[in-house]
């Protein structure tokens, strides 16, 4: 565990982070686990996540123990009874461990229920939480509107009594370095690599897959020592393979992983990359806690609040017109905003990055 020497100012033995999910959120909570390690060194930290994410906090030496959400065997409870036991137990678990103080950083319906359930003296939420879910906690917060997401979370700390600041530093195993490492030396990356992260569970974040490929050519072109590295989750493979096909000319210096890596070896990945090119999404994120060598893409969602935190000079934000508020979950939106980020403007900001700026 991490460095405890340092006065505590949270008086609690034991303490529980609810961020299941997504992904990329779960890496942006980290401030919250390092703020939290500051103002309780003596205490048992705890987080509850989604099972198929913890890779991405395991290893973090501020952190004690994680509680497994097994949010893929419960879903759909009331079709499922055969799924009630299960659901029961895993309830039961949170309460059996005997938290101090509870943390929902969420701010969802099963994020109240979770931090309920924990029977925590304290349980703090945001006052505003969506889906009535500040209904599970016994402290609640004014956040202000309009700030960081990381920014919100870090309120819900200081009004625990902490400081609302934090370390994003992730953590990659040792194991998942060797993992990478291994690939790595199959893959001939001495030169040097690039990741593209360009897939994105919304259509309306995704860049068009033809500007992803013209980008990678021009920064191959650019660099005859580099390669570029296209990396997704299994359900992303379509979205990098039609990437990969406008790279045809260019396959022996492009390597499509998408589908091939866990998380702990994506970050050892990213963790060792030139550069970090992807959309709002968790590579992204991760690439900000492992040296911040990254560079974002913003349509439909607002960088100021989901974006990099203290990151501003990672982003290119698509520009919104005058009262346009766009929300990223309609349909009708599809990759319109996207569009509006031309390739000379990403390609500009990545060779200023790489150190190869005109």
Not at 122 to 150: C, F, K, M, T, Y
Not at 221 to 238: I, Y
Not at 292 to 311: A, E, F, H, N, Q
Request: net charge neutral; aromatic share 6%; glycine share 12%.
């Amino acid at each position: 565990m991490g460095d405890r020497r340092m006065g505590g100012r949270i008086a609690a033995g034991r303490i529980l982070i609810i961020r299941p999910s997504a992904l990329g959120d779960v890496c942006r909570t980290v401030p919250i686990l390092s703020a939290l390690r500051r103002a309780a060194p003596d205490a048992a930290i705890h987080w509850l996540v989604q099972d198929s994410f913890a890779q991405a906090i395991e290893a973090h030496p501020d952190l004690d123990g994680i509680i497994a959400f097994p949010r893929s065997r419960l879903r759909g409870l009331l079709r499922r009874p055969q799924a009630w036991g299960e659901a029961f137990e895993f309830f039961r678990s949170i309460h059996q461990a005997r938290f101090d103080l509870v943390i929902d950083c969420q701010g969802l319906a099963r994020s109240g229920l979770m931090s309920l359930c924990s029977g925590a003296p304290r349980r703090i939420a945001d006052r505003a939480a969506r889906e009535l879910g500040w209904l599970g906690a016994n402290q609640r917060v004014d956040v202000p509107s309009g700030v960081h997401e990381v920014d919100r979370m870090l309120a819900l700390v200081a009004a625990a009594g902490g400081e609302a600041d934090g370390d994003e530093t992730l953590h990659v195993s040792d194991a998942a370095r060797g993992a990478w490492r291994q690939r790595r030396a199959g893959l001939d990356l001495a030169g040097g690599y690039v990741v593209l992260a360009p897939a994105t569970r919304w259509p309306s974040k995704a860049w068009p897959a033809g500007r992803w490929s013209l980008l990678g050519r021009q920064l191959l072109e650019a660099d005859a020592s580099l390669k570029l590295l296209l990396v997704g989750s299994p359900s992303e493979r379509a979205a990098c393979g039609a990437v990969a096909q406008g790279l045809q000319g260019w396959s022996q210096r492009v390597v499509d992983l998408a589908g091939q890596t866990q998380i702990g070896e994506l970050m050892a990945c990213i963790e060792d990359a030139s550069l970090t090119i992807a959309s709002d999404s968790a590579p992204l994120h991760m690439a900000m806690g492992l040296g911040g060598r990254c560079l974002g893409l913003y349509g439909p969602t607002d960088s100021s609040i989901v974006g990099p935190w203290r990151g501003m000079d990672k982003v290119i934000q698509a520009q919104w017109a005058p009262g346009e508020r766009p929300d990223y979950r309609d349909n009708t939106l599809g990759d319109s905003l996207m569009r509006r980020i031309e390739v000379e403007s990403v390609l500009e900001a990545a060779l200023d990055a790489l150190g190869m700026g005109i």
